[in-house]
């Protein structure tokens, strides 16, 4: 069996916007990953307040529906538990054995990563792909390559019916999220 370099790359997903879905084709066309599993959070670890998860990854299938080489992927749901990432990455690799998986992060992930649980266990089986971010320079992810925008801001603009949003949000994704 061959070896295949897939990327982990989760979130909340509350809603997927375009910085999402540039990120993860940026990844696909720059870095040596054969596929993508996008990993929609289940049970937020810092009880961050969330869409229902089958809401919030039927959006996710909308917004990549159209990228080959993308998968959604409910494993977070099928585990059960609070979501943590380690978890996730050691679960992908029991069922896929013949992966190599790589973290998909933003720069500013790495802020923060002193609040991951298992950090340094996570970088050693998902060695990170860290992509630029506005405000949060890195060595190495120097240029910001996800759009400045993010899911707090999306959803304050679509609860306040800005018509700005339709720049943010795949149409799929928006049309879902308004009905």
């Keep these: 069996m061959s070896e295949v370099t897939v990327g982990l790359f989760g979130g909340s997903f509350n809603p997927p916007h375009v910085g999402h879905l540039l990120a993860v084709a940026y990844v696909l066309a720059v870095e040596p990953v054969d596929r993508v599993v996008v990993v929609p959070c289940y049970d937020h670890p810092l009880g961050k307040s969330l869409a229902p998860f089958t809401h919030r990854r039927a959006m996710c299938e909308l917004a990549w529906r159209d990228i080959a080489r993308v998968e959604v992927s409910s494993i977070e749901q099928e585990m ?4 943590r990432t380690l978890y996730t ?18 720069a500013d992930i790495l802020e923060e990563r002193e609040k991951w649980f298992g950090w340094d266990e996570l970088v050693r089986i998902a060695p990170p792909i860290v992509l630029g971010r506005h405000g949060h320079p890195h060595d190495e992810a120097p240029l910001p390559v996800i759009p400045d925008v993010a899911s707090r801001d999306v959803r304050a603009m679509m609860l306040r019916g800005d018509p700005d949003v339709a720049a943010m949000v795949p149409r799929a994704v928006r049309a879902y999220a308004l009905e």
């Design 80 to 83: 059960g538990a609070t979501s």
């Design 89 to 106: 990455a050691r679960e992908l690799l029991a069922r896929n054995p013949t992966w190599r998986l790589r973290l998909i992060i933003g």
